[in-house]
């Protein structure tokens, strides 16, 4: 059994600050990349930041300069902090592990999201 599981969401104005973290547990044998998506009303599910194993990260044009993905492979645990918030990121963000565990092989895991609202 794996368990990935968000916190840190919540509501800030416009321009304000939110850190999201998330922590995959159970039977993993290895994370390859650990990321966060987002999905707003109405919208499909985008990718917001990801980071590999080694440290390499992709981050979505709209949030480049804005938002910071790290991670400690210690602790299976990702970050997204996030600064300088516009009202369009207003989403539920998703946290995402692409791992393998001791008796599967690598597969896709979702946290349950956690909501983020910017007021303008």
């Not at 993993?28 to 009303?41: D, E, H, K, L, T």
């Not at 390499?56 to 044009?61: R, V």
Request: contains cysteine.
């Amino acid at each position: 059994q794996v368990r990935v599981v968000e916190s840190g969401g919540g509501l800030v104005q416009a321009g304000g600050s939110l850190r999201l973290s998330c922590t995959a547990s159970g039977n993993i044998f290895s994370i390859n990349v650990m990321g966060w998506y987002r999905q707003a009303p109405g919208k499909q599910r985008e990718l917001v930041a990801a980071i590999a194993g080694g440290g390499t990260t992709n981050y979505a044009d709209s949030v480049k300069g804005r938002f910071t993905i790290a991670r400690d492979n210690a602790k299976n645990t990702v970050s997204l902090q996030m600064n300088s918030l516009k009202p369009e990121d207003t989403a539920v963000y998703y946290c995402n592990a692409r791992l393998r565990t001791y008796s599967l092989g690598e597969n896709d895991y979702w946290g349950q999201g956690t909501l983020v609202t910017v007021s303008s």
